[in-house]
């Protein structure tokens, strides 16, 4: 059983950064699609930044050019760099593959403050 763990959350105040961490018991981040999740209060979940194995990576267009996306398989890490941040990037961060194949897990709480 797969079990995901996000770290690196915080509040911070509008324009900051952050980095966020997901590691895993397994290995899922070499052979999968791999993303990034965000669920603020109210909303559903939404995906913020997906890479591929062959390192491609895709954002939606309210966090293109401000989040990044990266994997350290010698660590089996899983990574967002977010820039610039916003209150309305305000949300809980979850990672899982692109295709939401394992339990989610708590997830970490990023707040931005104007």
């Known amino acids: 059983q797969v079990q995901l763990v996000e770290s690196g959350g915080d509040s911070v105040q509008a324009w900051n950064s952050l980095t966020l961490s997901c590691t895993s018991s397994?290995?899922?981040?070499?052979?999968?699609?791999m993303a990034w999740y965000r669920q603020a209060p109210g909303k559903e979940r939404e995906l913020v930044a997906w890479?591929?194995?062959?390192?491609?990576?895709t954002y939606p267009d309210s966090v293109k050019g401000r989040f990044t996306i990266a994997r350290d398989y010698r660590v089996n890490t899983l990574h967002l760099k977010m820039n610039d941040l916003q209150p309305e990037d305000t949300a809980v961060y979850y990672c899982?593959?692109?295709?939401?194949?394992?339990?989610w897990g708590r997830g970490t709480q990023v707040t931005v403050t104007s």
């Open positions: 899982n593959t692109q295709d939401q194949r394992y339990s």
């Open positions: 397994g290995s899922p981040f070499r052979l999968n699609d």
């Open positions: 890479i591929t194995p062959a390192g491609q990576k």
